[in-house]
Structures are given as C-alpha cells and as structure tokens.
C-alpha cells in the first residue's frame, strides 16, 4: 500500500512537472516580413549570408536599388504572440565596395 502510494505520489509530481512547465504546451507560429530598398551606387558586389534560404533579392531597377524580401518566421507560445519580434534581426553593411546582409539568430531565451 505505501509502495503503491509512492508510486502515485511521483508519478503525480511528474505529471504536474512536465505539464505545468509548457514543455507540451502549444506553439503559434509568428511571422513578420522585412523589406528593404538598398542603394546600389559604387558598390561591386552584394554579399547574403542566407541561413534559412527564404531571404532573397527581389530585384534591382534602373536607379541601382536593390529590393530585398527577408520573412521571419518563429515558433512560440500563444503568451509570446504580442511579444515584439526580436528574435532574429536583419544586418544590412553598405559600407566599403559591398553590401552584406546578414541574419542573426538569438536562441538564447529570456526567462
């Protein structure tokens, strides 16, 4: 009987543990679309560090513009919808003969 009780007893604390933590809770999917007009002038090449493949160039018009599409998109929890978007941010360098666009991932999560 008191083996049986123990056996309850932990598994209920396991139960409470892993469910009230939101380990299985549900996740939304937050999305966010960044578009930029990049100036093209002097400049001889365009660098993409192109971590998801969903960053892209658009097109370049005549004035030497660059029109970039950069779609964000993230997996969270229904309390971190309304939550601002900065998770990942979009780098753009236009200094020196280059442009460089970059995306940095933050994975580290904030408690």
Same mark, same amino acid.
Request: hydrophobic share 30%; proline share 2%; net charge positive.
């Given at each position: 009987?008191?083996?049986?009780?123990?056996?309850?007893?932990?598994?209920?604390?396991?139960?409470?543990?892993?469910?009230?933590?939101?380990?299985?809770?549900?996740?939304?999917?937050?999305?966010?679309?960044?578009?930029?007009? =990049?100036?093209?002038?002097?400049? +001889?090449?365009?660098?993409?560090?192109? #971590?998801?493949?969903?960053?892209? @160039?658009?097109?370049? %018009?005549?004035?030497?513009?660059?029109?970039?599409?950069?779609?964000?998109?993230?997996?969270?929890?229904?309390?971190?919808?309304?939550?601002?978007?900065?998770? =990942?941010?979009?780098?753009?360098? +236009?200094?020196?003969?280059?442009?460089? #666009?970059?995306?940095?991932?933050? @994975?580290?999560?904030? %408690?």
């Amino acid at each position: 009987m008191k083996q049986r009780f123990v056996f309850l007893f932990a598994l209920s604390l396991t139960a409470a543990l892993m469910f009230g933590c939101g380990i299985f809770s549900e996740r939304y999917e937050k999305t966010e679309t960044e578009d930029r007009t =990049i100036s093209a002038i002097g400049k +001889t090449k365009l660098v993409l560090e192109n #971590i998801s493949g969903k960053n892209r @160039t658009e097109s370049v %018009n005549r004035q030497r513009r660059y029109q970039n599409r950069c779609p964000k998109k993230l997996s969270v929890r229904k309390k971190d919808l309304d939550k601002p978007f900065d998770e =990942i941010k979009i780098r753009v360098d +236009t200094t020196g003969s280059e442009i460089k #666009i970059e995306a940095d991932i933050n @994975t580290n999560k904030k %408690n």
